[in-house]
């Protein structure tokens, strides 16, 4: 075992699973040949697999946390009260441990918007989470960047509209993600 694998085994440490929401969790919704994300609660699905993939994350003792760019509340082009809507949903539906949004744009600075990894980095020190055990799932290069970033493995769900993406893993689905993820662990 490592110096720094047993320093944070001792610290109580454990390793985490950080989740994007839109491509992960629910589906994308394509809006003039664009994969963005839903605006509405009916534009609200499900991925296929989410629940036994989340479910067998979480029997392997693994805390699952959602971390998800919202620029659209910044933008005026969707309402705070609808992605409560949305979040209490998740809630309700998956065994998650805890959910970050950034509400914010481009223009606001904040150190939370993915690329960075600012809710990662929040929530690891709130659950006591070794972030260089931890990965990310994401169908985004902001995603695989904020995961780099916090010192995470990166798991990229491969798409047609993130083609060229660099992560650590590639995977056709989140089932495979969490497979792989017991794998490494
Ligand atoms: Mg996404
Ligand atoms: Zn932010």
Not at 50 to 59: E, G, P
Not at 132 to 151: E, H, L, P
Not at 164 to 177: K, Q, Y
Request: glycine share 6%; net charge negative.
């Amino acid at each position: 075992m490592s110096d720094r694998l047993r320093l944070a085994n001792e610290a109580g440490l454990r390793p985490g699973v950080f989740l994007d929401r839109d491509g992960v969790i629910n589906q994308v919704v394509y809006r003039d040949g664009q994969a963005v994300s839903p605006r509405s609660l009916p534009e609200f699905v499900w991925t296929a697999g989410i629940q036994a993939a989340v479910n067998q994350i979480k029997l392997a003792a693994l805390p699952v946390f959602v971390v998800t760019n919202q620029p659209d509340i910044a933008r005026h082009k969707m309402e705070a009260a609808v992605l409560e809507q949305m979040t209490a949903l998740i809630y309700q539906t998956l065994p998650i441990d805890d959910l970050r949004v950034c509400p914010h744009d481009n223009g606001d600075r904040c150190s939370c918007r993915k690329p960075h990894p600012g809710m990662l980095v929040e929530l690891a020190t709130q659950w006591n989470i070794d972030l260089s055990r931890s990965f990310i799932v994401g169908d985004s290069w902001k995603d695989m960047q904020a995961g780099k970033q916090a010192g995470c493995q990166t798991i990229l769900i491969q798409r047609d509209y993130n083609q060229g993406t660099e992560a650590d893993f590639g995977v056709p689905d989140v089932l495979s993600a969490a497979n792989l993820i017991l794998e490494l662990v």
